[in-house]
């Protein structure tokens, strides 16, 4: 029987370790009550996702008589970190779907419409039913749109046929990427896995899915019956030096090929075939593109991700940087907007080096909850974001490597001494299993 130790604790103690973090997480860490501060301000969240969600919980503990408004028009709330494991065949889709309305508290009025257009300079936000809302303090958290227009030839009733997997794209498509995941883990062939040359969600998750199917794969039809093909458009495999040498290696180790520079642009379902355009440099630095074809019997898309229009025509985007994508102009410590003072950014819209992982909201939120509370006060808040991200990067079924890192690329471990972030560990893959959910949960409910 397996007893690994890690800074002299045993498996066992892993294990309790595990469950003790999910059972803290699921009843969240009492915080410490400061006096509510007395104000009729007018606060307009956009986005019911992760971020708007627990920045409400929290500002109506903080904040006595603010007038708090939540847009969104979806009534599902979706646990997005679980969509990798059902796109695994790991979880059912129903385990990643709740209502949003139940993870909100008396004092925030859900409205269910979208943000339709958004004035900073006069303070209001109109939705698509008509409704004008002016605001005091606006924070945008409308999470990012999934570009599936930009590959050609791609539509996402393709998913789950023709070997064609999309997990991104809410529960529903990760219940038929295992459909299809699942058909050539059974049959063999080549795998084509992607991701965009965009920022996105959870860089971390095109890897996982690729590891997970490898892993899958060989455990069902065998050794050898599978050739995996890694496709990316820029130079390295993760962000992170460190981390992208550990993936190269563990690519390497089990056989599964990388092609950098490579940006998928169209897909031709009946023929099975994906066309990229590779991008090479010759000794001057002058740029070649060529359209490369590739067959596949699986093939996992992941589109362009970018904000959505109303930030795009809003004047809240960065103006010289992101200018394809569109994220909201921030500072990256308080991200507070650097021309309109009361509007604040949070999650996968926000323009900063790092942060579109739901880890990084946890760190996120506090931030502009001190900084919005503030403002309110006349005062300058004290709190900053350092650009934490976290990725349960899974390697296979029943491992995974526990990556947190800042914006200097650092890695920073929130188990020192026991969990160590490179190796590939059962105790890593549990803290994926059992204990981020629950601590997500704390986290809608501003408790974590």
Not at 249 to 271: E, K, N, P, Q, Y
Not at 274 to 293: L, N, R
Request: net charge neutral; charged share 20%.
């Amino acid at each position: 029987m397996e007893n690994r130790n890690s800074g002299g604790v045993g498996r066992r103690g892993l294990l309790g370790l595990a469950l003790g973090s999910a059972a803290l997480a699921a009843v969240g860490v009492p915080r410490a009550r400061a006096q509510a501060v007395r104000t009729q301000a007018r606060i307009v969240i956009i986005g019911a996702g992760a971020a708007g969600t627990a920045l409400a919980n929290r500002l109506v503990e903080r904040l006595d008589g603010a007038r708090i408004t939540l847009l969104d028009p979806r009534a599902e709330h979706w646990y997005q970190p679980g969509l990798s494991l059902v796109a695994a065949g790991l979880k059912p889709a129903s385990y990643t779907v709740s209502q949003t309305a139940d993870w909100l508290p008396a004092g925030v009025t859900l409205l269910a419409e979208a943000a339709a257009a958004i004035d900073p300079v006069a303070k209001s936000v109109s939705t698509t039913g008509g409704t004008r809302l002016d605001y005091d303090f606006l924070v945008v958290a409308p999470g990012l749109v999934l570009d599936h227009a930009a590959i050609e030839g791609f539509d996402l009733a393709m998913v789950g046929q023709n070997g064609i997997g999309a997990l991104y794209a809410g529960p529903e498509y990760a219940a038929r990427t295992w459909a299809a995941v699942q058909a050539f883990t059974e049959t063999g062939g080549t795998g084509v896995f992607t991701r965009p040359a965009t920022e996105m969600k959870c860089a971390g998750a095109p890897l996982k899915h690729t590891f997970l199917v490898e892993d899958i794969a060989t455990r069902t039809a065998g050794a050898g019956k599978h050739a995996m093909h890694y496709f990316a458009p820029q130079g390295a495999l993760f962000g992170v030096p460190i981390v992208a040498e550990k993936v190269r290696m563990l690519f390497g180790s089990r056989g599964i090929a990388t092609h950098m520079g490579h940006d998928l642009r169209a897909v031709d379902a009946s023929r099975r075939v994906a066309t990229f355009v590779q991008t090479t440099k010759d000794p001057a630095g002058v740029e070649t593109k060529t359209d490369v074809q590739v067959d596949y019997d699986y093939l996992h898309v992941i589109p362009p991700q970018r904000a959505p229009d109303v930030i795009r025509q809003s004047g809240l985007s960065w103006a010289d940087k992101w200018t394809d994508q569109g994220w909201v102009e921030a500072d990256q410590k308080t991200l507070r907007h650097l021309r309109f003072p009361e509007v604040f950014a949070l999650g996968d819209v926000a323009g900063v080096p790092k942060g579109k992982t739901a880890a990084s909201v946890k760190w996120q939120v506090p931030v502009v909850e001190d900084h919005l509370v503030a403002a309110i006060e006349g005062r300058e808040g004290t709190e900053a974001y350092d650009g934490y991200t976290s990725c349960p990067l899974i390697t296979r079924v029943g491992r995974a490597m526990l990556v947190e890192f800042d914006y200097n690329n650092n890695l920073v471990s929130s188990f020192p001494g026991v969990i160590a972030p490179l190796e590939e560990l059962w105790i890593s893959w549990l803290m994926k299993e059992v204990a981020l959910k629950a601590t997500y949960n704390a986290m809608l409910r501003g408790l974590a």
